[in-house]
């Protein structure tokens, strides 16, 4: 079953009615663009077929109740809360993401109003696929729904942010919940940071023959939340050492001059940010010239760059992202935040299967938990189901 019929099978059974509305959001993985979007840089993200679904119904009341269901439709439920009680950083289960998005969007100005909400979802979990962004970002729409009103997409996804950073505490960018508001099936997103400027930009891998793989390591490094914050902060010193807002505004012609003024702990984190924005640059401009196999060595230099400069990847991604190019990938490289969660490799469809079987192999041969390999197929955006 979809997530959107699970969702409205287990609102049924837990409130004994129909749901007033089915609402849905997707996972995403980013092409290119990696740590870059706190950076004011350039992003190139697009949304996976796998979403987490919400049923809802509003309430007489001012309280929020919460379920979720797995795969065997068993529903987990969460403490109730009164929307009018929701403090930051106050809940420590994964009811803090949706009862974050009430939290942020009351203080928006929106009239939130009581509800029952109830999710399913097929978004792998801590696989770096925005699992998180995908609840926050369909809770958004229902919300929304329920409410009666609207924002634009944009504005959704700040909101969703907002839930993330201040009422969650993570300190993540805006990539995530753009992607999984704004992606359109067949298109890569690509989205100006600094300027808001979102483009769609066909992205039709199966025309090429070509697929594009994802690679999920199933582990999930604990140390990714305190480093994710300390580069953030490496680069926001960084940013103040050079004098500039933010490392946007590092060409890369300025880059030789830029790394000369700065600890040289700090200048491999403003090599890997400025290359990475030329990187989606150009990968924009063989996409759009229709030279798909072309951005492969750009997925290589990303990966290069993020394990060597920016350090956040691990052993077992370097190791699936090696794999796949031995047995033939056009490219690889790690996607979303890094020290676990997934990579993507490009692939000629017809040797999807054979380099799926090596990446498995050498797994297996370093006593690795197998990964879960599966396409990647850019799909639609949040949006409401039922
Ligand atoms: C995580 C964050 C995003 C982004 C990526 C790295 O997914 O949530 O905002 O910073 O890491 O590109």
């Known amino acids: ?18 749901p007033e509305g089915v609402w849905s959001a997707p996972g995403r993985v980013n092409l290119i663009g990696e740590h870059t979007d706190y950076n004011d840089g350039l992003v190139l993200p697009f949304t996976l077929p796998h979403r987490v679904a919400v049923a809802a119904t509003r309430r007489s009341d001012d309280v929020l109740t919460f379920g979720t269901v797995d795969w065997a439709q068993h529903l987990t439920t969460a403490a109730d809360q009164r929307i009018d009680d929701l403090r930051p950083k106050t809940i420590d289960n994964w009811s803090a993401y949706p009862a974050g998005v009430a939290w942020a969007l ?30 926050e970002c369909a809770t958004a729409v229902a919300l929304l729904g329920l409410a009666g009103t609207t924002l634009p997409l944009p504005e959704i996804a700040r909101i969703a942010q907002q839930a993330e950073n201040d009422f969650v505490g993570m300190p993540c960018g805006i990539l995530d919940q753009t992607a999984s508001l704004c992606c359109t099936a067949g298109h890569v997103l ?17 025309a090429s023959g070509l697929e594009v793989l994802v690679i999920d390591t199933r582990v999930s490094h604990s140390l990714a939340e305190s480093e ?3 580069r953030r902060r490496g680069c926001e010193q960084a940013a103040k050492t050079l004098g500039v807002t933010s490392l946007r505004d590092v060409s890369v012609e300025e880059l030789g001059q830029a790394e000369a003024q700065l600890p040289a702990e700090l200048a491999p984190l403003v090599r890997h940010v400025v290359t990475e924005n030329d990187r989606v640059r150009r990968t924009v401009d063989h996409l759009r010239a229709g030279e798909l196999r072309q951005i492969g060595p750009l997925l290589d230099a990303s990966h290069e760059s993020l394990r060597d400069d920016y350090r956040v990847s691990c052993a077992e991604l370097d190791l699936a992202v090696t794999a796949a190019r031995r047995a033939g990938a056009l490219g690889a490289r790690m996607t979303g935040g890094g020290f676990g969660g997934s990579a993507i490799a490009l692939v000629d469809a017809d040797a999807r299967e054979d380099i799926a079987a090596a990446i498995l192999a050498a797994f297996q041969k370093q006593g690795l938990r197998a990964p879960r390999i599966f396409p990647a197929i850019p799909s639609a955006g949040a949006g409401r189901d039922r």
């Open 190 to 206: 690509f989205l100006d940071v600094r300027s808001g400027e979102a483009v769609q930009v066909p992205f039709d891998a199966a």
């Open 1 to 18: 079953m979809d997530p959107a019929g699970q969702a409205a099978a287990a609102f049924r059974a837990a409130h004994g009615r129909e």
């Open 106 to 135: 009351r203080a928006r100005g929106i009239e939130v109003p009581g509800a029952d909400l109830v999710m399913a979802s097929t978004v792998p979990t801590g696989a770096g696929l925005s699992s998180s962004a995908a609840v």
């Open 228 to 230: 994710y914050a300390d």
